[in-house]
């Protein structure tokens, strides 16, 4: 359904940018412009706007544009004026670096050199085909500008509009991508065309009414005409009813046509400037939602009096958009649009996290934490190589700790950010799930010193963020979005999800000690050694308790929650029914524990089977499109999770052959005389 929705959405935008620029089609390409300087970035990228329902900076609105659009943050974009060619041959770049910020602002203040950036990543020849755009010297998935694909603009949106009327499961994988390009072009279109309504003038010497009205000049601009709303309002009524008697009806046709061409100009300028929602809300308005520069129209001409604040803000950027070929009379005019709006957004307690977010995306914290988690599972790697370097695998679970330490930093930056628990997003959950396993692992290597625990953790902790990388690169949207109505409640919400992904992360790190255990098994490694696997096995034990507790705490406080929010306590849920699975499957491996069926081998094959259950209860459940829980859902990882389950069942059918082996069932049969 959900999938549905976006592909009538993506249609959507399609049928308002064909509208849009029908009238108003893109210009030739030109030259790239000269580099922005650091501070115009800065000031521009600190801009807050209202996005995906909660107010960003507009770098991290830059960001993820471009990653939707090209799969990456940044490119090495063409060579410009400003370049310094020495200081990018010692970078190893043979183009320069473009920030997302730097390609936004390309994007917005010079469309038409923007317009051959290549920017639409295309990930087949076969959509090029399909379209009818030329892929000669192309790669099978490459990079296209948005002149490139132009000549195939009309057929890409026929085609969208077609499939609109499929769900997601109908689709093939050429459909999904032709809809997800006609979305993102769409997109792109609304960010070339933004400040339409600021390049543009307005001719008031048409008719002698108009020349009454705007008495200035010849032309005018985009907030006078605004400003003139009400009177402009009143003279269409009285053209339109007896009162406009004293004219004749050619005079007043002609007046009529001239207002209405006018307003029409006006219109279509600024529907194309809906893109970015910059403007605070009025304080004696009872929305909370910001506004763009085109909404301020049907402000104009339905309140009483034009909104003054939001004129004065579309005045200033009018301003600014003319001043850009000036960099220095542009950087001014920025500082003031950046005043008025910081200000107006701290006015409303609304700014006080931008800063913040700017510095967790300045930092890359949880970036980081995936290189430095490399580095340390090299470092483990050679505590095996070389065991004798004591001092260097006393250090390992010390070094584990510094990648872990920025992971928890980047986790708290983003509840912070958002003032929510850090477990309210899929995402969220990859990032706090990592966390938990090495921390455990961490804990659980400095008590016992095994050089196993450590180990784990690092690859646990690789895993954990290159999962996290690829899933923000695949979905390409901001993962802080605002929340769902139903998640966006109380207590016991915050509690539940926190507790509850602590006993997957438990679960996990358990369902991995088994593997090392049933693995060292199959290869006979120490196979003497009884010791060895006696604390393998007590290590699997330990975290399988501690998830089985935060498991069970966590499911009756998601019970509790489902009371607050739905007013009843279960209702069998398919993500409930997970939740409950995880906790009933681990009941059952202590239970046959406690009763003698399963010892060391079995229940460590009991925590793999542990760790497949988790995954079906955290990802599987999703692909089930149905239940409350729509918020979770996710596309694309069908494949993912059953080969996921084919490597799992292939460890616990190798759990199988060691039992099998150490009973004798397969021991060679004795030869005859």
Known sequence: MKRRFTILTACAMCAAAVCAFAQHPPLPAEAPPARWDRETLELFGALPVQDGGRIKPMATLAAFKLLNLRGMRSWRGPERP???????????????????????????????????????????????????????????????????LLPGRTKLFQLADQYAARSGGELTGLQRQITHLAHNVADYESLLSFFDFARETYPTRATEGLRLIFTEEDQTRYSDVLRRAPLLASVIHTLNTAEGGELS????????????????????????????????????GSSEQWVSPGDVVAEAFMAEEPPEAHLALAESLETLAASVDDRSAFKERLRGVHGELVGRAAERGEYRRVPLEMSFYRYQLIGRSLTLFILCF??????????????????????????????????????????????????????????????????????????????????????????????????????????????????????????????????????AIGHVYILGRVLRVRKNDDEVYAGIYR???????????????????????ANESWGRFWGWDPKENGALMIVLWMLILFHARRGGYIQGLGFNMGAVVCGMVVAFSWWGVNLLGVGLHSYGFTSGIFRVLVGFYVLETLVVLLGCFVWLRDHGYLAPAESTP
């Open 249 to 284: 009806a050619e005079k007043r046709e002609a007046e009529l046509a001239a207002l209405r061409d006018l307003l029409g100009r006006v219109d279509r300028f600024g529907s194309s400037a809906k893109g970015i929602a910059l403007l605070p809300p009025l304080s004696n």
């Open 82 to 148: 400003g370049d310094n060619r020495r200081e990018r041959m010692l970078a190893g770049m043979t183009h320069p670096e473009l920030a997302p910020v730097e390609w936004l602002m390309d994007t917005l203040f010079y469309p038409r050199a923007a317009a051959s950036y290549p920017v639409f990543l295309v990930h087949s020849d076969e959509v090029a085909e399909a379209i009818g755009v030329p892929h000669q010297g192309k790669k099978k998935r490459d990079r296209y500008s948005y002149l490139e």
């Open 378 to 511: 090299v470092l483990v790697a050679l505590t095996w190589l070389k065991p004798g370097w004591r001092r260097l695998t006393a250090a390992a679970p010390y070094a584990l700790l510094v990648p872990t330490a920025l992971l928890a930093a980047g986790i708290t930056m983003r509840c912070i950010i958002r003032g929510r628990p850090p477990v309210t997003t899929l995402y969220e959950t990859i990032l706090f799930t990592t966390a938990v396993c090495v921390a455990l692992a961490i804990a659980i290597e400095l008590m016992n010193r095994r050089r196993i625990a450590v180990s784990l953790g690092a690859v646990l902790g690789v895993a954990g963020m290159f999962i996290a990388n690829r899933y923000e690169l695949k979905e390409g949207v901001d993962t802080m979005p605002s929340l769902v109505a139903v998640l966006d409640t109380n207590f016991w919400l915050s509690s539940h999800v926190t507790t509850i992904v602590m006993g997957y992360g438990a679960a996990l790190l358990a369902a």
């Open 539 to 561: 290590m699997t034990y330990g975290v399988m308790a501690f998830g089985l507790l935060f498991s069970v705490v966590g499911t009756v406080l998601g019970g509790i929650w």
